[in-house]
Structure formats: C-alpha cells, structure tokens
C-alpha cells in the first residue's frame, strides 16, 4: 500500500501523520510513507528523523480575512496542488491522508483531480479551512472530539506516539526521577510549554519556586530552547527545582510527574490524558479558543483543572496547584479520571480506516 500524508508545519499536524505512519508500518512493513511538507515546517526536522521520505510542495497559508493578500491566493495554490499532484502521480498513492495545515488544502485539491481516495483527521474540536473543504471530498472523516462539527465524522482520537501509548508511569517512576536527578520520594510537578516554552508559565512557576520548597514540592521545568529561566537554588536538602530547556524523553518526564502545569494543545492532552497525568492547564490566549476547548473534557471528567493565562500568578499557583500536590489521594484520583478521557489506540484505529478506505478503492 503506497500512502502519502500531508501533515505539515507544525508538530500538532506532523506528530499525529507519524503516530499513523508508524502504525501503518506496524500492520503491513511494507505499506510505503511519503509525508508531505514545505521548507518552511518542523516536517523538515521531525520526518527524516523518523525515517520517512518527505516530499516538499510551496506553502500557501490561507488569510482568514479579507486582505489583500488573497489576490496572491489562487496562483500560489495552483502552483501547489500541481506540486503535490506530482506526489500522487510519482507514489502512485493509494491513498492521501490529511492533517489539516496549509499543507492539507492543496493535497486534498490534487487528490480530487487524480481520483485518490482522501482520509480526513481532525485534532481540533474546531475543524480548520483545510480539513473543512477535505471532509467536502470524503466520506471518511476521523475526529478527536465527539462533537467536532464535521460530516461523516468518527470518533478516533489522536494518534499519539507507542513510546508514550504504552508507558506504565507507575511501573517507571522511580527510574524516570533518577534520569532527571530527582528525590524518587517527592511530589513532583513537570512544567513544560512546548518545544518553544511558554513564557508566561515559566515566569509564574520560576517566582514560585520558595513555595514549592517549602511545601516540599520538586520540579521538573522544561522551559523552552530559546529561554533563560531558571530559579534561585535552594539550599542542601531542600527539594529541587531541575531546569532543562529541551526534553526528548517525554515518556520519561511524565512518569517522573504527579501533576503537569502545561499548555493545552490537542497533542498534550492526548498525551496526558492516554498516560493518566492530571494537570493544571493554562490555555493559550491566541486562536479561536481551541486550547480551552481541548481541555475542557478532561477538566470536567476531573482529570485536571485549567486557569486563563491572564490570571496565572505565583499566587495561584500556591492556592490551586499545590493543594493538589500536598493530597495524596486527590492525585490518585485526579489521575484515574485523566486515564478515563483518554485513547491509547487511536494510531490503530485510524490505520484501519485507511486500510479499508484502500481496499474498498480496489
């Protein structure tokens, strides 16, 4: 089988693409990957790195508003859709899979012109341009959200990771706070924003640092590759505040954690939920609000609870997080309510829908 995944520009479209990739390969190592990208995307990065051909077409971001930038539209996507015909044509796809992103729109256009059958995968509860006008083609549309406004929609999940699908955070625990230099005794709250950090998050954790000693609380905090917060070190045999600005062994930071203070991207509450780590979810405060809406489930399962960026302080970090940390059994709770929200198996689930999609096509 000969599958071409447009997925790119950011690791919320390319993560879920590989998650499938790796899936697909599960079932049959002889199903063929070319992922689809621009220059411009983190595809440039993350898909080589696992191992898949990458096939680059010109990126067309889409205004939203009526701006004169749309006059520049139409050619540019023509340009593109020729491009990513091209893929189709030279792979002799059997099957486009779409993210969404600017990347998506052009391929579902070029799957349209060649007769190739489209999947269409939604993370957001609130479907973007691109994969509105991909579900206009397809009768197969896997969403993340019961309720994502989408026809056809079925409900799949988010492809995540085996590394993190399959982690056993009790069974590694005392292991992943060794690897990070941490007290395998403590509570222990994991602050991260991302590959780039949040500045907000970091401002706020890195000011409460006394706090957290003083309640006997440890932190891991990856505060982005680009960022230089860092707290005052406490004294001997205090609890300690680890500061690193880059983690690729997430699996190994959420078994260290009994509680995430974190972002809500669609990625990051697939993860934590999956692995059963409850959180304090700090939305970003930009888009059309799909970061509050992809917590809000696990928030209402009470799997974690969430705070506006504007109104996360030092202080409301001591009133609501570390309550939370200094229970016990309030985290046992919390996370067997985040582990009840979450899909372990979404990556299988979508590959058989893109399997069946192919052999019906046959």
């Known amino acids: 089988m000969r599958v071409v995944l447009a997925g790119g520009g950011t690791a919320g479209h390319i993560e879920p693409a590989l998650a499938l990739a790796d899936a697909l390969r599960r079932m049959d190592p002889s199903t063929r990957v070319t992922c689809l990208g621009t220059e411009r995307g983190l595809e440039t990065t993350l898909v080589p790195q696992r191992g898949y ?10 205004p939203r508003t009526l701006t004169p930038k749309l006059l520049a539209v139409p050619g540019r996507l023509n340009s593109a859709i020729n491009a990513a015909a091209g893929v189709l044509d030279r ?7 779409g993210f969404g992103g600017y990347v998506a729109s052009p391929a579902y256009l070029a799957a349209r012109r060649r007769h190739v059958p489209i999947v269409v995968h939604e993370a957001n509860p609130k479907p973007g341009i691109a994969n509105k006008l991909g579900a ?8 993340s959200h019961p309720d994502t406004p989408l026809p056809n929609a079925q409900f799949v999940g988010i492809p995540i990771r085996r590394q993190i699908a399959e982690l056993d955070r009790l069974a590694i625990g005392d292991k992943a706070r060794s690897y990070f230099g941490l007290d395998a005794d403590l509570p222990t709250l994991l602050v991260f924003g991302g590959s780039q950090g949040a500045r907000s998050l970091n401002r706020a954790a890195v000011a ?3 706090a957290f000693r003083a309640a006997g609380v440890q932190v891991l905090h990856i505060v982005g590759k680009k960022n230089t917060e860092e707290a005052e070190p406490g004294r001997p045999g205090e609890p300690q505040y680890v500061t690193i600005p880059y983690c690729d062994r997430m699996d190994l930071a959420y078994a260290a954690a009994d509680l995430a203070m974190c ?3 669609a990625m990051t509450c697939a993860e934590l939920s999956a692995v059963g780590l409850p959180a304090a979810y700090v939305p970003l405060p930009i888009g059309n609000g799909e970061q509050a809406l992809n917590a809000a489930p ?15 302080s030092p202080q409301w970090i001591v009133d609501h997080v570390l309550p939370i940390l200094r229970n016990a059994d309030l985290v046992v709770q919390m996370s067997e309510a985040a582990a009840s929200m979450g899909r372990r198996d979404a990556d299988a689930t979508l590959a058989r829908m893109v399997f069946e999609v192919v052999r019906a096509g046959r």
């Open 53 to 62: 051909d990458l096939a680059l077409i010109p990126p067309v971001p889409l």
């Open 91 to 97: 792979t002799g796809a059997d099957v486009l899979v």
């Open 263 to 265: 972002r809500s991207g």
């Open 298 to 312: 696990i928030v209402n399962a009470g799997g974690g609870i969430m705070v506006e960026d504007s109104r996360l």
């Open 136 to 143: 206009r083609f397809t009768d197969h549309v896997a969403v």
């Open 208 to 210: 409460a640092a006394p």
